[in-house]
T-cell receptor
């Protein structure tokens, strides 16, 4: 049973517009959430994270929102750039898990010039 | 990223042969992890280590073993490779810094094909 779900396999956005990537989770023990970006033939690169004590974290063009009651988080990229085209993975870890991450299946973002 | 080197980067081998993948880090991070990535799946944890000689199983550990004899190296071994172990393998490390919430940082992966 998938504990972290990214229900959109792909997303296409025009350059300069907002990209919104969504992630849902089922395990109420998760308390730390991360987004990774992955280019082909490279390893995932850490993008941004959020602890469950917060509902928003911002880093430049990237903002992550956490809605604990809905068990939902989203990544906003504003403005989107062609270099943002990549696969984005949502991941979560919980108390007592030694920092082990559970990943979603990923969303492929395409930003068109 | 975080001084992580995986070797080899690519390998093709035959069913039934032993295979060892190496992960080397230069950041002195305490935690190290091995994941596999397959089409239709996210990254899935195989094994992890929380210190020298301290390892534990992840979600998909069957058919794999690991060893960590020194902080900088974490080895993943397939004792007798099967075609279902064809995958891209990623190593990751994580620092502790006195707080639990630290991100993992990944190497660039090893593409393993078992014929």
């Amino acid at each position: 049973d998938q504990q972290v779900k990214q229900n959109s396999p792909s997303l296409s956005v025009q350059e300069g517009r907002i990209s919104i990537l969504n992630c849902d989770y089922t395990n109420s023990m998760f308390d730390y959430f991360l987004w990774y970006k992955k280019y082909p033939a490279e390893g995932p690169t850490f993008l941004i994270s959020i602890s469950s004590i917060k509902d928003k974290n911002e880093d430049g063009r990237f903002t992550v929102f956490l809605n604990k009651s809905a068990k939902h988080l989203s990544l906003h990229i504003v403005p989107s750039q062609p270099g943002d085209s990549a696969v984005y993975f949502c991941a979560a870890s919980g108390r007592g898990s030694q920092g082990n991450l559970i990943f979603g299946k990923g969303t492929k973002l395409s930003v068109k010039p | 990223d975080a001084g992580i080197t995986q070797s080899p980067r690519h390998k093709v081998t035959e069913t039934g042969t032993p295979v060892t993948l190496r992960c080397h880090q230069t950041e002195n991070h305490r935690y190290m992890y091995w994941y596999r990535q397959d089409p239709g799946h996210g990254l899935r944890l195989i094994h992890y280590s929380y210190g020298v000689k301290d390892t534990d199983k992840g979600e998909v550990s069957d058919g794999y073993s690991v060893s960590r004899s020194k902080t900088e190296d974490f080895l993943l071994t397939l004792e007798s490779a099967t075609s279902s172990q064809t995958s891209v393998y990623f190593c990751a490390t994580r620092d502790v810094l006195g707080v639990r919430d630290q991100p993992q940082h990944f190497g660039d992966g090893t593409r393993l094909s078992i014929l």
